[in-house]
T-cell receptor, first 115, second 115 residues
């Protein structure tokens, strides 16, 4: 069975500071991993995905994530936070052992950006 | 190219009633997945539809049912509503080909409140 764990339900950074959101996965098969962002009262927007190609994945809005098999991690980073980055971020793993593939999400990390 | 759309945006029902939520998939996509997101939680997989048939189900009771139409749009029906059914319901569309489901793209969601 696959799962993801997001460390820290709430992260606060200053504008211009490094953003680091942590995600660890558990999977018995090579994982497909995703980061989604959710702005208040909206659906989920795909930030980036890892599908066993390059271990460093670049996404939208300056975000990137690095797949580290030895650490079972897929942390999300952005060098310089912007006020518009304030949102909730979800890490997810694709469960392709059951149906054609459904996503298993972490509980989310709410990012606050201080001016 | 239109994205995933959902209707209605908001809905208020009373306990015991029935509700139908609708989703139009993104152009070129043939698979629809439904998720329930309770307040402060990550989305939970309800079920997935492919070729007009249920193609995987999460841990939800039978009173949650669905349909997929020839144009790949989908409905989620919930009977005998309970207070705990209050949540944001998210629809995601994707393309399945050769047994593999590609990235899921989410709609804006329907906020259901059960009183």
């Amino acid at each position: 069975a696959q799962s993801v764990t997001q460390l820290g339900s709430h992260v606060s950074v200053s504008e211009g500071a490094l953003v680091l959101l942590r995600c660890n996965y558990s999977s018995s098969v090579p994982p497909y991993l995703f980061w989604y962002v959710q702005y208040p009262n909206q659906g989920l927007q795909l930030l980036l995905k890892y599908t066993s190609a390059a271990t460093l994945v670049k996404g939208i809005n300056g975000f990137e994530a690095e797949f580290k098999k030895s650490e079972t991690s897929f942390h999300l980073t952005k060098p310089s936070a912007h006020m518009s980055d304030a949102a909730e971020y979800f890490c997810a793993v694709l469960n392709y052992g059951g149906s054609q593939g459904n996503l298993i999400f972490g509980k989310g990390t709410k990012l606050s950006v201080k001016p | 190219e239109t994205g995933v759309t959902q209707s209605p945006t908001h809905l208020i029902k009373t306990r015991g009633q029935q509700v139908t939520l609708r989703c139009s998939s993104q152009s070129g996509h043939n698979t629809v997945s439904w998720y329930q997101q309770a307040l402060g939680q990550g989305p939970q997989f309800i079920f997935q539809y492919y070729r007009e048939e249920e193609n995987g189900r999460g841990n939800f009771p039978p009173r949650f049912s669905g349909l997929q139409f020839p144009n790949y749009s989908s409905e989620l029906n919930v009977n005998a509503l309970e207070l705990d059914d209050s949540a944001l319901y998210l629809c995601a569309s994707s393309r399945t080909s050769g047994g593999y489901t590609d990235t899921q793209y989410f709609g804006p969601g329907t906020r259901l409140t059960v009183l």
